[in-house]
């Protein structure tokens, strides 16, 4: 059993997808990291399991962090994808890390297991609140800890970011999109509060290395990008172009190389077992 899985989520993480992907998404601040490993008590080598772990770009940050390189015992990536696995499998190369298939319901490891449980960039697509609620608590041992996070693309720092989302964000479909916050909702049923603390939150403003391609490819990373007709695909990515030249309220780091500053945000909810 894997669980229930969205069905955009089924088809824009499918097979041949996720190669641009994982060349397109940004990884993780350090500090976003840094935060994650102080908020668990306990002090020795972690059991992790990460849920929706796609192609390994949050695996990886964690491997690479000084913080974390040396606090992990072992790591059970679990993800519903096939052809996420597949490309997880290929980018990820560590003795302590293991992939299984599996879904915020249907978690396929032993009770107790897991100082950690981490959720980067997945969340949202979660379709039963109250159920993923009761799995995380029978994953955790006593006193373990539930981080989400992800990375959004900041629109309040500039105009052109703000553009950017406006003309991707209307295809979005009606799915459960991070920045709608219906992912809250979880913190509103019985299981979560039978089980959990109060969330806890904190967010990171940064700015990434842009560029038009860049800006393009991650665009088009996006579930509900990647399932458009090749027409449909075509004018976005025209109008991505005319966004980026006229270039709104733009920093740029190189202009001579096409570099500009891609401002972003990190959030970060820690979620204390009771």
């Known amino acids: 059993m894997v669980g229930v899985v969205h069905e955009l989520a089924k088809v824009g993480f499918g097979e041949g997808t996720n190669e641009l992907y994982d060349k397109a998404r940004p990884s993780y601040q350090s500090a976003a990291l840094s935060y994650i490993r102080q908020s668990i008590p306990a002090s020795g080598p972690l059991d992790i399991v990460e849920i929706g772990s796609g192609t390994g770009i949050f695996t990886r940050a964690l491997l690479a962090h000084q913080e974390w390189s040396a606090s992990i015992a072992q790591l059970t990536a679990v993800e519903p994808s096939a052809g996420m696995r597949d490309v997880f499998s290929k980018s990820v190369s560590d003795s302590r890390v293991a992939t299984v298939e599996g879904s915020f319901d249907h978690v396929p490891v032993e009770d107790g297991a897991a100082d950690l449980v ?8 979660c379709p039963d609140y109250g159920a993923a609620a009761v799995e995380f608590a029978r994953v955790l041992k006593p006193g373990g800890v539930v981080a989400l996070i992800w990375n959004l693309e ?13 003309r991707i964000e209307q295809f979005e479909q009606g799915t459960p999109q991070f920045r709608l916050g219906l992912w809250r909702q979880l913190f509103d049923t019985t299981s979560y509060q039978k089980y959990f603390q109060a969330p806890e939150e904190n967010t990171w403003a940064y700015n990434l290395h842009g560029s038009l391609d860049i800006v393009t490819n991650r665009a088009f990373s996006k579930s509900y990008i990647a ?14 172009k005319q966004i980026v030249d006229r270039g709104d309220g733009r920093t740029w780091i190189d202009e001579s190389e096409g570099l500009f500053e891609y401002p972003y945000k990190t959030y970060v909810v820690i979620i204390r077992r009771k």
């Open 118 to 125: 981490v959720i980067a960039q997945a969340f949202h697509w």
């Open 227 to 240: 399932v458009q007709p090749d027409d449909v695909k075509a004018q976005i990515q025209e109008d991505i």
């Open 154 to 166: 900041d629109r309040d720092a500039a105009k052109w970011v703000a553009q950017l989302r406006d």
